[in-house]
């Protein structure tokens, strides 16, 4: 994570929690030439656009004081973090309890480094999933990616 994220991210982490919602994570990166900053941010049931707009005001004069681009102008963005955004924390598994996941491994278990199964426990640092009726334990650190499975 680069340092405009850090500090950005310990900047808005309290504040967001504040109005009842987790900071999901902070993105830093150049569009266009232009320096921007990416708050994405959610809550149970989601969130919507007045939530996003919320949060930009509550952070906006905060982060005019950080000056996380020392004088050089940004665009600052609040977001969803999207229905197939990556899993990353343990409550981002628990969130997803019940739900069907697309889960990377880096090494095979029971013979497949690939699965599209129910997600139903996380315990710790393991998840337990449903594989067409067979229980799989995973623990996080085995897990190179996962992310809910979008079926169309």
Do not use: W
Not at 122 to 148: F, H, M, R, S, Y
């Amino acid at each position: 994570m680069s340092k405009i994220a850090e500090a950005t991210e310990q900047l808005v982490r309290p504040i967001i929690a504040l109005h009842g919602m987790e900071l999901v994570e902070v993105e830093y990166k150049r569009l266009y030439g232009t320096p921007t900053i990416t708050v994405y941010i959610d809550k149970e049931g989601g969130v919507d656009l007045d939530d996003c707009e919320l949060i930009h005001r509550a952070i906006d004069g905060p982060m005019d004081e950080l000056d996380p681009t020392n004088g050089q102008p940004y665009n600052l963005n609040v977001s969803s973090p999207g229905l197939d955004r990556p899993l990353k924390t343990l409550r981002d598994y628990e969130r997803k309890i019940g739900v069907k996941i697309e889960v990377s491994l880096y090494a095979p278990v029971e013979g497949k480094k690939r699965f599209v199964a129910t997600l139903t426990a996380v315990d710790g640092e393991e998840i337990t999933i449903d594989d067409n009726g067979k229980t799989v334990k995973l623990q996080l650190q085995q897990i190179a990616a996962a992310k809910p499975y979008i079926e169309f």
